[in-house]
C-alpha cells in the first residue's frame, strides 16, 4: 500500500465520520482504481470539498443523515435484528452516536468485490432522515376497515393494509396502491398521507403494501437493484400481484387502478409504472426517482445527488399495445436527500413516447404560503398526461401531509389531494 493510498483511505475515514458518504465512495473509488489526486504529504486537507462542488454542476448539499447501513455480504442476508431508535437530536454528537458505519476495512473488501458482493439491505436509509417520531395511530371512522391482510407468490410475500372506507356502498370508484418510504410503515404512511380520509370522499379503496426489515434493513424497497426492477420478477411480480388479486376482488379496472410513492416508494412506484402499464393507468411520484436510474448502492447515490451516469431506457414491453401511464411528480426544490433534477428525469420519461410537446407552466402558493411551479404536459387531445409539481422551500417529505407522521411537511400543497384528483379526473 503505497503513501498515496493510505493518505485516500484516512481521507475517506474522515468523510465517513462526517457523514459524507457519497464523497467517501469517490476517494475510495479513485483509490482502488488507481487514480488517487492525494498527495501523500496532503494529509491535513481530510476535509476537502465534497465531490459535487467540484464538477460544473450546481451544488448538492446532501442530508448528512442519509447513510448505507452496513452492507451484508454473501449469498444470503443476515437476519434482521430488532433495533431500538434513539429519537431524532439536532446535536451533531447525539446524530453520531446512533448512527450504524461499516468498518473501512470492510467497505474496502466490498468495494473489491463487486457488485455482487451486496445483498438486499444495500441502500438501506440512504432516503431517510436518521431517527423517527412515535408511532402515529390510525384513526378508522365507524363503519370503515384497515385491514391487515398477505399475499404470496412465487416471487415472495408481503403483508399489507388495506382502507376500505365507510362511505363505500357499492364497486370502489378506484384503487390506490401507496408504497411507504425507507424506515416507514403502512400505518405511518396512511397517516402522514392523509389519503384514507380522501379514500373516504372519492370511495376508494387504498392499499398499503409493507416492506420488511428482512428483505432491506430499513425497510426500503428495492428500486435500484437489478432484479427487482424486471417484469414478473422480484418485489414488482409482489406488488402487481397484489394489486391484480385486489382489483379483481372488487371489480376495478385498469383506467381506475394506480400506484403512488414516497421516496424509495416513489421510484418503485416508477418502476410499477414502467414495466406493468398493463395494470396501471397513472402513477404518483413524490421525491423519488425515473425507473432505471440505478442498478446498484454506487449508482444509486449518484442518481440522488442528480449526478446520475445512466440514462433510464424506456420499456419496449408494451409500447404500442397499451396506453401510456400518466405521471404526477413532487419533489421539493430543498431535498437534501433526493436531488430535484430527478423530477425531470421523471418526466422525460412519461413524455418520452410523445413525438412533440411543449409544457405549460403556471405558479401559486399554498394556503401556508409555500410557493411551487406547476408543468403539465397535455397529448393532442388536450389530455394531461403529465404534470410535475417543484415546491419552494420544501425538503424530502411528503407535501401537504399530516405532522403525525413520519417525513410529512404540513405547509403544502396537498399532495395527496392533488395526486387523487389526477388519478380519477382523466379528462383533467
Same mark, same amino acid.
Given at each position: ?14 468523510? =465517513? ?7 467517501? !465512495?469517490?476517494?475510495?473509488? /479513485? ?18 470539498? +465534497? ?7 450546481? *451544488? ?24 431500538? /431508535?434513539? +429519537?431524532?437530536?439536532?446535536? +451533531? ?5 446512533? #448512527?450504524?458505519?461499516?468498518? $473501512?476495512?470492510? =467497505? $474496502? ?20 432522515? $436518521? ?9 378508522? +371512522? ?6 391487515? #391482510? @398477505? ?22 370508484? %378506484?384503487?390506490?396502491?401507496? $408504497? ?31 416492506? !420488511?426489515?428482512?428483505?432491506?434493513? @430499513? ?6 437493484? *437489478? ?45 410499477? %409504472? ?38 433510464? =431506457? ?22 437534501? !436527500? ?44 388536450? #389530455? ?35 395526486? =387523487? ?8
Amino acid at each position: 500500500m503505497n503513501e498515496n493510498f493510505a493518505t485516500a483511505m484516512r481521507q475517506a475515514t474522515e468523510h =465517513t465520520r462526517a457523514a459524507n458518504l457519497t464523497e467517501a !465512495t469517490r476517494i475510495i473509488q /479513485e483509490a482502488l482504481a488507481g487514480r488517487s489526486s492525494i498527495p501523500a504529504n496532503d494529509a491535513s486537507k481530510a476535509d476537502i470539498v +465534497p465531490a459535487a462542488t467540484q464538477g460544473a454542476r450546481t *451544488p448538492f448539499k446532501a442530508d448528512p443523515n442519509a447513510e448505507i447501513i452496513e452492507p451484508v455480504v454473501g449469498s444470503k442476508p443476515k437476519p434482521a435484528q430488532p433495533t431500538t /431508535e434513539a +429519537p431524532f437530536s439536532a446535536t +451533531p454528537s447525539a446524530a453520531k452516536a446512533s #448512527r450504524m458505519r461499516m468498518p $473501512l476495512a470492510e =467497505t $474496502l473488501r466490498v468495494l473489491r468485490d463487486g457488485k455482487a458482493g451486496f445483498s438486499a439491505p444495500d441502500l438501506s436509509s440512504a432516503f431517510a432522515p $436518521l431517527g423517527r417520531q412515535a408511532k402515529a395511530s390510525v384513526e378508522i +371512522p365507524v363503519g370503515a376497515a384497515f385491514e391487515t #391482510r @398477505s399475499f404470496s407468490c412465487q416471487a415472495g410475500t408481503r403483508t399489507y393494509k388495506l382502507y376500505r372506507p365507510a362511505s363505500l356502498s357499492g364497486a370502489p370508484n %378506484g384503487i390506490i396502491v401507496m $408504497l411507504h418510504g425507507c424506515k416507514q410503515d403502512p400505518d405511518d404512511f396512511a397517516v402522514g398521507t392523509g389519503m384514507n380520509a380522501l379514500a373516504e370522499e372519492h370511495g376508494l379503496i387504498v392499499v398499503y403494501p409493507g416492506q !420488511t426489515s428482512g428483505h432491506n434493513a @430499513s425497510s426500503c424497497w428495492n428500486w435500484f437493484r *437489478p432484479g427487482d426492477q424486471m417484469r414478473d420478477r422480484g418485489e414488482p411480480a409482489i406488488l402487481a400481484g397484489l394489486t391484480q388479486e385486489i382489483a379483481k376482488e372488487f371489480g376495478v379496472g385498469r383506467d381506475r387502478t394506480f400506484v403512488a410513492g414516497l421516496s424509495a416508494g416513489g421510484a418503485m412506484a416508477a418502476i410499477m %409504472g414502467e414495466i406493468y402499464p398493463d395494470i396501471f393507468a397513472a402513477i404518483g411520484v413524490h421525491s423519488g426517482l425515473a425507473y432505471g436510474s440505478a442498478n446498484d448502492v454506487v449508482s444509486a447515490f449518484a442518481a440522488m445527488r442528480g449526478d446520475a451516469g445512466r440514462t433510464p =431506457t424506456v420499456s419496449r414491453n408494451f409500447a404500442s399495445a397499451t396506453p401510456p401511464v400518466r405521471t404526477i411528480v413532487f419533489q421539493g426544490r430543498a431535498d437534501h !436527500t433526493v436531488h430535484a433534477s430527478n423530477a425531470e428525469r421523471i418526466m422525460t420519461m412519461a413524455t418520452s413516447r410523445m413525438e412533440s410537446h411543449v409544457p405549460e407552466a403556471s405558479n401559486g402558493r399554498s394556503s401556508d404560503g409555500r410557493s411551487f411551479e406547476r408543468k403539465v404536459v397535455k397529448d393532442g387531445a388536450g #389530455r394531461i398526461v403529465a404534470e410535475c409539481w417543484m415546491i419552494d422551500g420544501a425538503g424530502h417529505a411528503w407535501s401537504g401531509g399530516d405532522a403525525k407522521g413520519s417525513y410529512a411537511d404540513p405547509k403544502g400543497p396537498d399532495a395527496s389531494r392533488e395526486m =387523487t384528483r389526477f388519478f380519477l379526473d382523466s379528462k383533467n
